[in-house]
């Protein structure tokens, strides 16, 4: 059974920095590419950035790059965002899953942290 469990939301000022892991089981973690996606009230999930297998290999969504980065550790079966120069627009509900494009298990998606960024 695959489990997705986020962590390490919150509420942050403009600016601020927040990292959100999550813990990945069910599936062999080390050989897929993970993602984060995130979903804002009223907007469709979109994908925010993703890593290879490997963690060779980094892309993410133009509205973050350079602010955002994917990390994973195939040991712990983690994977985590770590988020800088945060915005308002930035505020959603975080989540993870397997994939490098789409969503690898589009049927079990975690329960999300939120995120909220906010003055």
């Known amino acids: 059974q695959v489990q997705l469990v986020e962590s390490g939301g919150g509420l942050v000022q403009p600016g601020g920095s927040l990292t959100l892991s999550c813990a990945a089981s069910?599936?062999?973690?080390?050989?897929?590419?993970m993602s984060w996606y995130r979903q804002a009230p009223g907007k469709e999930r979109e994908l925010v950035a993703a890593?290879?297998?490997?963690?060779?290999?980094?892309r993410y969504a133009d509205s973050v790059k350079g602010r955002f980065t994917i990390s994973r550790d195939n040991a712990k079966n983690t994977v985590s965002l770590q988020m800088n120069s945060l915005k308002p627009e930035d505020t959603a509900v975080y989540y993870c899953?397997?994939?490098?494009?789409?969503?690898?298990?589009?049927?079990?998606w975690g329960q999300g942290t939120q995120v909220t960024v906010s003055s």
């Open positions: 890593i290879s297998s490997t963690g060779s290999y980094t």
């Open positions: 069910g599936f062999t973690f080390g050989g897929n590419s």
């Open positions: 899953n397997a994939g490098w494009a789409t969503a690898r298990f589009p049927d079990y």
